[in-house]
């Protein structure tokens, strides 16, 4: 027997079907929520230095979107936007944004190399 037909013998990889997958990913989702909520308390509470220089290296970025609102949006809106986002709610956003990046790919690369060494081992 070839090795082309004993793997065409073997059952199909089926993938999970959407309820199992939306599951999954709401899962996630709810675990990242709780996890970025406590590490930014931790952070507030005990490492508000790290926030600061946190936010100190996140300042030209932030000054940078606002010149691309500047730039590109109508002065009706301009006004707008920059009343609604304070440069502080900036910078808080955008690290806010980038620690909730951070964990969900760390929780979704621990679940997937379980379910590497979990499905191997079968």
Do not use: C
Request: aromatic letters at 16%; proline letters at 3%.
């Amino acid at each position: 027997m070839t090795d082309y037909q004993s793997r065409s013998e073997e059952a199909p990889h089926r993938s999970p079907s959407f309820l199992t997958a939306l599951l999954g990913k709401t899962l996630l989702l709810a675990l990242t929520i709780v996890i970025v909520w406590l590490l930014y308390g931790y952070l507030f509470a005990f490492h508000l230095d790290f926030l600061g220089w946190s936010y100190t290296k996140l300042q030209p970025l932030t000054n940078h979107l606002y010149s691309i609102v500047d730039g590109n949006f109508p002065e009706s809106i301009r006004y707008k936007f920059r009343a609604a986002i304070t440069d502080d709610l900036g910078q808080r956003a955008l690290f806010l944004l980038l620690l909730t990046a951070v964990v969900e790919l760390t929780l979704f690369t621990i679940f997937r190399f379980a379910k590497f060494l979990f499905g191997s081992a079968r």
